[in-house]
Nanobody, 126 residues
């Protein structure tokens, strides 16, 4: 099990950029696939992006492709989500997630994910 703490949320104007960070505890961080999800008011939590243990393979939901980039630094136990060209519909609470020995495809659904951060609010104004 890993402990996850997100940071970097806040208010940004449409078209702007923001970088979210997720700090993970635990010695076996490099064995975890990592992902980002988001949840808007009144909506279900949805997948945003995932990255493999090695950091080589990434996967994105269609609505953020070309705008968001997920990355990780295993030496620092950190995962990042760089968000560019932000839109008002990106407004949500963003959650970091971890799943041991998972593929990136396995990170696209909440089922089976036990380790979650507390979330960080991202608000994009029009």
């Amino acid at each position: 099990q890993v402990q996850l703490v997100e940071s970097g949320g806040g208010l940004v104007q449409a078209g702007g950029s923001q970088r979210l960070s997720c700090a993970a505890s635990g010695r076996t961080f490099s064995r975890y696939a990592m992902g980002w999800f988001r949840q808007a008011p009144g909506k279900e939590r949805e997948f945003v992006a995932a990255i493999s243990w090695t950091g080589i393979i990434t996967y994105y939901t269609d609505s953020v492709k070309g705008r968001f980039t997920i990355s990780r630094d295993n030496a620092k136990n950190m995962v990042y989500l760089q968000m560019n060209s932000l839109k008002p519909e990106d407004t949500a609470v963003y959650y970091c997630a971890a799943r041991q020995f998972s593929t990136v495809q396995g990170m696209t659904v909440t089922t089976g994910i036990r380790d979650w951060g507390q979330g960080t609010q991202v608000t994009v104004s029009s």
